[in-house]
């Protein structure tokens, strides 16, 4: 199971999006894009038609995120539009096996986000409807925030989950994830690493994913829950 990783253009130069998704064409996986919509979370971002300009402006496909309410309604909007994968807050939604569907398809992979405080067991069941489970490592809304490392046995748990079920979903980290704490979420289970100011914030963006996927991979190596993968 490879390490992918998901630069988030939140701290990139919004002015300057197509040269961002750019500089980390030749290094990156997917390009990371926050959806707020200042209801869901205390901030406001960007929304479909700056998704359909930068899927023209960049090879990478885009991994959206969205932090909104109502995701039942938007999430398969994203997928239509031409997004790799498309991941919706569970706790904003109402259906959210229904919108996993509609999302897959729609051609997208299907995500679904826990926030710190959200636990994964009441979601066993509907994990096989899934693409992706993106485990927070902050409280969404913010880039820059401090990983939170009370999150780490849940990622442990999700991995143990998807492991027990046999299933082939990548587990997602978002928040305060930084060549510090990379090696924490990869032990832990995580394979795809979204870094906002820890890619973006760094004099060279493309060098800064290679040392992150770097750490993650070793890691990787060494974690228990790899063996027989
Ligand atoms: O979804 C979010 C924040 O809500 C993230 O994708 C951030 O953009 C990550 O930024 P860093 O914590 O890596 O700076
Ligand atoms: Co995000």
């Not at 409280?139 to 780490?152: A, K, M, N, R, Y």
Request: charged share 20%.
């Amino acid at each position: 199971m490879a390490v992918q990783i998901s630069p988030s253009i939140l701290s990139a130069d919004f002015a300057r999006l197509a040269d961002e998704a750019a500089a980390v064409e030749n290094t990156a996986d997917w390009l990371h894009v926050d959806v707020m919509d200042n209801h869901f979370v205390p901030n406001l971002t960007l929304g479909l038609p700056v998704v359909a300009s930068l899927l023209r402006a960049t090879s990478l496909p885009l991994d959206c995120h969205l932090m909104i309410e109502d995701p039942d309604r938007w999430a398969p909007q994203y997928a239509e539009a031409g997004a790799g994968s498309v991941t919706f807050h569970v706790e904003a939604a109402q259906a959210p096996i229904r919108t996993a569907r509609a999302i897959r398809a729609a051609g997208a992979r299907a995500g679904m986000a826990l926030k710190p405080a959200t636990p994964v067991e009441p979601y066993e069941d509907m994990l096989p409807e899934l693409d992706m489970l993106l485990v927070m490592t902050v409280e969404p809304g913010f880039g820059g925030q401090s990983f939170l490392d009370v999150t780490v046995p849940k990622i442990r748990r999700a991995r143990d989950l998807i492991r027990r079920h046999g299933l082939q979903l990548w587990l997602q980290v978002d928040g305060g994830v930084s060549e510090e704490t990379i090696e924490r979420c990869a032990e832990a289970g995580a394979d795809v690493f979204v870094a906002g100011s820890a890619v973006y914030g760094a004099d060279d963006p493309a060098k800064a994913v290679q040392a992150l996927r770097e750490r993650a991979e070793r890691a990787t190596a060494r974690a228990p829950w790899a063996c027989g993968h």
